[in-house]
């Protein structure tokens, strides 16, 4: 079982940079793809960024590309995600979410993770 908490979310002006991160618990974190989600009020959740076991692949929703990038460091049992230039549509709740045998066509979607985190919000003020 992995257990996830996320941190770093806060409230930040448009054109500004957040760096999220995501604790993992459990000794076979390596072993799991990471995805970040996001969920902004009165939206479904949606996809933002991936990347595999080894942080060799990494894929994003078309509208982070350039300005998001996800990272891992599995020494320390962790996934970041640094994100730039926010918009105000940036706006939401992050969950980090971990998955066992995440093959590349689905790791966009929710339903290839198990585990989740409890969220963090990110504001974007304009």
Do not use: H
């Amino acid at each position: 079982q992995v257990q996830l908490v996320e941190s770093g979310g806060g409230l930040v002006q448009a054109g500004g940079s957040l760096r999220l991160s995501c604790a993992a618990s459990g000794r076979t974190f390596s072993s799991y793809a990471m995805g970040w989600f996001r969920q902004a009020p009165g939206k479904e959740r949606e996809f933002v960024a991936a990347i595999n076991w080894s942080g060799g692949s990494t894929y994003y929703a078309d509208s982070m590309k350039g300005r998001f990038t996800i990272s891992r460091d599995n020494a320390k049992n962790a996934v970041d995600l640094q994100m730039n230039s926010l918009k105000p549509e940036d706006t939401a709740v992050y969950y980090c979410a971990a998955g066992r045998y995440v093959s590349d066509s689905v790791r966009g979607l929710q339903s290839s993770y198990t585990y989740w985190g409890q969220g963090t919000q990110v504001t974007v003020s304009s």
